[in-house]
């Protein structure tokens, strides 16, 4: 999903215009009035997103998120493949499993790399 939003109130602006001259004035970045507005914007996003855990679920409830078939074939690698061994050790070492977390979206993509799960699949397991 993606959101575009346009402010036309001229105070609106001139407020957007005054924070981000005070941004560049503490900061010594160049950034336009447009990118400092982005910024905010997603700091408040993920402010909300990490308050109310959205993509945070127990580590059990990742695991079932795998097929059974898919789950065997996974732990029949970790036998023999170093970085399955590990996304495994990984996942279930902490009572809850990040789903943005780059051990999640790395392992995952390594299990597709490895013909253990498909891209669909990851996609879905993956998914908050």
Sequence with gaps: MSLTTTITDALQL???TAMANDY???T???VTD???LQSQVEAVCLGYASAY???VIFSADFVLRFT???NAAI???AATDEMVA???TQVRATPTVRLYSDVVVQGLAYLVSQNLITQERADVIGAY
């Design 14 to 16: 001139a407020g957007v």
């Design 24 to 26: 560049r004035a503490r």
């Design 53 to 55: 855990q959205i993509g």
């Design 68 to 70: 059974p078939e898919e």
């Design 75 to 77: 732990t029949a690698a």
């Design 86 to 88: 590990g996304f495994l």
């Design 34 to 36: 447009e990118q400092y």
């Design 28 to 30: 010594g970045e160049s």
